[in-house]
């Protein structure tokens, strides 16, 4: 009831009412406007302190009413016992009275009686008429209450006093475990169990995908030292122009100004020509606070194209490791099974195990999409970083069951203040999927497309 009245839950007005009535029907309407009394001091507790005086103050009620309804029903019994002495004192003075009364004439007592058994006779038939009006009035109120009570689905009436001392008897007497789990860790039980039985496209969004290793051996190091030499050799004229860029945006330069505090001596013959601009001025730096994730599709349709792929996101990792305040990541997609992505690197991973972990890559399965920015997702978010971006690359549309929940999710991030590119390698899919998209028609603009991208991102 306070759920729903104090904190605005409005999923439990139904349960709410629900416990109005049960309270109504166990404990005695004195009670009730009591602990009310009490709650409504509810919305202004200011700490735990006062809601432990709050539940001690609603027990005291419970403890009163015991003990209230002990002390009436023994003030019963005293009051009965009364009544009947006083009963048959009375008795005793009609008998004496009646004894005085027959000594008086015979004709007199004759007419007295005679005359006293007609009004008893005439008093009692207007008594039992009476009685048969109340009767038939409180009938026709209870039949009238009872209809209206029907119709509102509401029980007002009391329960009888035994069940309701029973009822506050059970309350005083209960502990921790007489009471049933807390509500939401009810419902997160529910939810939880419901997602294990989803299926397909909707387990690629509901749930957290997992997270297979890619078993690197000793001839994939080998290979993958001859990746990583290659990328640099072939990239390193991109990665500088990527990082000389972003350090123009972010360099702190010295400018020239009519206010300050601090003279600049190259500048004083600025005053022969009436120039007032000669204090130095230090520009504000910018700060880069960034972090890119690229995810791979790995299917079977990219076998062919896995090489280039390998050297594409080496070389963009490559280049923009060397540029402060960016971390990167990669993972590919699908793992070992759909409901799986594969994590290549993590931020401050070396480039050496990089390498070797794209070597060991191999092509398989379909393109289960919402799978891997599923993923893509929970690893930008981790970064915390202010700036965040995330790359997907493929060359094929989605499985039919993952079109959807990819549209969702890139709806998602852009609420989030994600941005979600799609590279599409030969394929224009990605332009109906992501709002931000590029399509390359030959495998040998890969690298500076993806270069391209991250410099418009890292210096807009």
Partial sequence: MLRYEVLGQKALKEEASKAKQTMAACFPVKLL?????????????????????????????FQNQQQEDSDNSNGTGSNDKTDSLSSKSSDHQESDLKSASSQGTDEKLDSTLATEHETENTQGQEKQEEKTDSTQS???????????RDVSGENTTEAPEDFQEESIRTVLESDNSDWPEDLFQSLASELEGWSLRQEGGLSAVTTTPSVDRVEVLDIDR????????????ESSRLAAQLTG???AR????????????????????????????????????????????????????MSSRMEL?????????????????????????????????????????????????????????STP????????????????????????????????DHYQPVMDLVKRCESSAIEVVGLGINVHSVEQLFPHSMVITHLNQLKSVLFEQARLWLVA
């Fill in 369 to 400: 999409m919402a799978t891997g920015l599923w993923h893509s997702v929970h690893q930008v978010l981790q970064a915390r970083a202010k700036r965040r971006l995330i790359i997907m690359i493929t060359d094929g549309a989605p499985d039919f």
């Fill in 33 to 61: 406007k009591s602990l009310d009394a009490v709650l409504d001091d509810v919305p202004h507790m200011y700490s735990t302190r006062r809601a432990q005086q709050l539940a001690d103050d609603i027990i005291g009620l």
């Fill in 309 to 365: 792929a390998r050297e594409a996101v080496l070389a963009l990792t490559y280049g923009l490791n060397q540029i402060n305040g960016v971390t990167v990541s990669v993972s590919a997609y699908p793992g070992k099974n759909d409901c799986g992505v594969l994590e290549i690197m993590k931020p401050n991973d070396r480039l050496q195990d990089v390498a070797a972990v794209l070597s060991a890559l191999n092509a398989h399965d």
């Fill in 222 to 233: 080998r290979e993958g030292q001859s990746l990583l030499w290659r990328t640099k050799s």
């Fill in 245 to 247: 860029l972003v350090q």
């Fill in 138 to 148: 409180t009938d026709a109120k209870f039949a009238d209450t009872q209809g209206k």
């Fill in 250 to 301: 972010t360099m702190s330069r010295d400018r020239t100004g009519k206010r300050g505090k601090k003279l600049d001596g190259k500048r004083l013959h600025r005053m022969a020509i009436g120039d007032s601009r000669l204090f130095c001025k230090r520009s504000e730096t910018i700060t880069i606070d960034a972090t890119v994730h690229l995810c791979l599709d790995i299917s079977s349709s």
